[in-house]
């Protein structure tokens, strides 16, 4: 069973920077597709940014150029560069894959049955 883990959450002043880490065991790096979501208090989850096999990425509007997802396929991790704080950004964020690769991901988490646990991502004013 693919076990997902999120790590590198933590507390950062605005305009600081942060790299979220997905380790993905048992997930075949050929054949995926990973995306971030996050939960921020009294608001919806939202997805954030995907990546798949094909090297297709989304990212949502809110992000775009702030933002950079990529994939070391050696370590079944993929990560997440969070530059340009905002207090806005502060959330739990999540990781979810699915084991069949999307040509264009998109935060659709239905489509992603394998999640971790969150990691918290705290943005100071």
């Known amino acids: 069973e693919v076990q997902v883990v999120e790590s590198g959450g933590g507390l950062v002043q605005a305009g600081g920077s942060l790299r979220l880490s997905c380790a993905a065991a048992?997930?075949?790096?050929?054949?995926?597709?990973i995306c971030w979501f996050r939960q921020a208090p009294g608001k919806e989850r939202e997805g954030v940014s995907c990546?798949?096999?094909?090297?297709?990425?989304y990212h949502t509007d809110s992000v775009k150029g702030r933002f950079t997802i990529s994939s070391d396929n050696a370590k079944n991790t993929v990560h997440l560069q969070m530059d340009s704080l905002k207090p806005e950004d502060t959330a739990v964020y999540y990781c979810?894959?699915?084991?069949?690769?999307?040509?264009?991901?998109?935060?659709?988490?239905?489509?992603?049955?394998?999640w971790g646990q969150g990691t918290q991502v705290t943005v100071s004013s």
């Open positions: 048992g997930l075949a790096f050929d054949d995926y597709a």
């Open positions: 979810a894959a699915r084991a069949r690769g999307v040509v264009y991901p998109y935060p659709l988490d239905w489509e992603y049955p394998h």
């Open positions: 990546i798949s096999n094909y090297g297709n990425m």
